[in-house]
């Protein structure tokens, strides 16, 4: 079966400084690798996706994904945070059509000063 | 990116009620819609998928006859949450994918906050 595993609940960074979201899965067939930005209250904003081809995705806001078969993962990382990236992470692994699409706990972010 | 709209975003109602959320594809045609829950500070948990004109499939442990699903067109799905009781209370959140093959996106609504009383 399916799972996504993100092992940090919770990171704090301080603005300026780069931010790496780690995201390990476990999937039988070709995964389809998704990272989503949620705001308190909100639903989900996809930030960006990995099918195929090239192992570093580029996502929107200056997020990027690598997807590193040999370790199960696909970390999102930053090089530089701003205060309005505080909000709740999740990965999430998927079939091609998305019908058993599966997220991991989550890893809520805060922006320090 | 596509546009999905949930409504009501907030909903109190009595234990005992029941309540309908909608869930809408404003600019595109959805030929399936996924419904989530999201307990606090939790992760989404996906309770059922529909595509249009058939049946809902629930995934293990969420039944059918509490969460009632409708997926009559391509734009409108709705989930009605029969004889409510505060153990409902949650986050409900749906998304919705178009037909057209590999890399179709789902979008997600902004959920609805359901507080049983």
């Known amino acids: 079966a399916q799972s996504v595993t993100q092992p940090d609940i919770h990171i704090t960074v301080s603005e300026g400084a780069s931010l790496e979201l780690r995201c390990n899965y476990s999937?039988?067939?070709?995964?389809?690798l998704f990272w989503y930005v949620q705001s308190p209250g909100q639903g989900l904003q996809l930030l960006l996706k990995?099918?195929?081809?090239?192992?570093l995705v580029q996502g929107i806001k200056g997020f990027e994904a690598e997807f590193k078969r040999s370790q199960s993962s696909f970390n999102l990382r930053k090089p530089s945070v701003h205060w309005s990236d505080a909000a709740e992470y999740f990965c999430?692994?998927?079939?091609?059509?998305?019908?058993?699409?599966?997220f991991g706990a989550g890893t809520r972010l805060t922006v320090k000063p | 990116g596509a546009v999905v709209s949930q409504h009501p975003s907030r909903v109190i109602c009595k234990s005992g009620t029941s309540v309908k959320i909608e869930c809408r594809s404003l600019?595109?045609?959805?030929?399936?819609m996924f419904w989530y829950r999201q307990f606090p500070k939790q992760s989404l948990m996906l309770m059922a998928t529909?595509?249009?004109?058939?049946?809902?499939?629930?995934e293990q442990g969420v039944e059918k006859d509490k969460f009632l699903i409708n997926h009559a067109s391509l734009t409108l799905s709705t989930l009605t949450v029969t004889s409510a009781h505060p153990e409902d209370s949650s986050f409900y959140i749906c998304?919705?994918?178009?037909?057209?093959?590999?890399?179709?996106?789902?979008?997600f609504g902004q959920g609805t906050r359901l507080t049983v009383v």
């Open positions: 998304s919705a994918k178009g037909g057209g093959g590999l890399n179709t996106e789902a979008f």
């Open positions: 999937y039988g067939a070709t995964p389809y």
């Open positions: 990995y099918f195929s081809g090239d192992t």
């Open positions: 999430a692994v998927g079939s091609y059509n998305n019908n058993d699409m599966r």
């Open positions: 600019d595109f045609q959805a030929t399936t």
């Open positions: 529909s595509n249009e004109g058939s049946k809902a499939t629930y």
